[in-house]
């Protein structure tokens, strides 16, 4: 048995998914089944459980997967030790965002990560915040950036910064020549908000119903692009963090108002899977994220 082997058969295990294991790998369906069935002959013992429906280990496939864990954090550890000593900082860092986090956020501190350690790559997926702590949860990425964290057992969440949420109207817009605005102001506009699944929507519709203001969105979407272009096109108004829409507001083809009676904000946070091992790179990376940078 190979480290590759436990490593294969843990990401079966965690997925519970023949494809997903597959893909995490760089192989095929079939040789990750053609695996399976090796460790079983390699340890005369049935590990899974194929009279059930869905995927379920035997109490010895059970007993393998938490050994092969054990092995591999020792192997990981081993590596990132190795890696110290000779003062490397090297590998690729591969991480799941949300859009308004990737396109808007993100790219100054990449630009700056990739500057002082260049030997490194970064690779960035953009996923909805659900898939994000999916791909953390099944090893499939390093770090996950994500607004409005919410705590998971598996998941360590890392504080990364704060946007302010603010009121954003087509140019010529009644409210986009106020100072700033009240939520009371809102009322008998045609809102455009994010769909009822997205964590800033749901924040959204908390902070209305806090302060008693009812309003039944004209339009809905998933992402923060999609939200921005129809209010340019005046189609209604939208409450959006303000990282996303400067450099709309500099062209002027948007206009952000900020709100009187208190700062609305969008926490953001770093996700990784808990007990995983941050080879040197990965904290780097984490370290560069704590220090504020502007785009």
Avoid: W
Wanted: charged letters at 25%; aromatic letters at 8%; a positive charge.
């Amino acid at each position: 048995m190979q480290i590759e082997n436990f490593k294969i058969f843990a990401d079966l295990v965690e997925t519970k998914s023949f494809s997903k294991s597959a893909r995490l790998n760089g192989i095929t369906q079939s040789a990750v089944s053609q695996q399976a069935r090796a460790m079983e002959r390699h340890f005369k013992s049935l590990l899974i459980d194929r009279s059930q429906k869905q995927f379920q280990l035997t109490r010895e496939g059970q007993q393998v997967y938490e050994s092969a864990k054990d092995m591999l954090h020792a192997y990981e550890k081993l590596l990132c030790e190795l890696q110290e000593l000779k003062k490397v900082i090297s590998g690729t860092i591969r991480i799941s965002t949300i859009y308004s986090i990737g396109l808007h956020e993100l790219p100054p501190y990449i630009k700056k990560f990739l500057q002082d350690y260049p030997s490194v790559n970064v690779r960035v997926e953009y996923r909805r915040s659900n898939l994000v702590y999916e791909d953390i949860l099944h090893n499939s990425v390093d770090f996950g950036l994500v607004a409005f964290p919410v705590k998971t057992r598996q998941i360590e969440i890392v504080p990364f910064r704060e946007d302010r949420l603010m009121l954003i109207t087509h140019p010529t817009h009644p409210l986009s020549r106020r100072v700033d605005v009240e939520l009371k102001d809102l009322v008998g506009q045609k809102f455009i908000g994010f769909d009822p699944d997205i964590p800033t929507r749901k924040a959204v519709d908390m902070i209305f119903r806090d302060h008693r203001i009812e309003l039944d969105p004209v339009m809905e979407f998933d992402n923060i692009e999609t939200v921005k272009r129809a209010v340019e096109i005046d189609h209604g108004i939208a409450i959006v963090p303000y990282a996303t829409v400067m450099q709309e507001v500099k062209q002027g083809t948007l206009a952000a108002v900020p709100f009187r009676e208190e700062n609305f904000t969008r926490p953001l946070a770093i996700l990784h899977r808990k007990g995983r091992v941050l080879t040197p790179a990965m904290r780097k990376f984490i370290e560069t994220l704590g220090h504020p940078i502007t785009a």
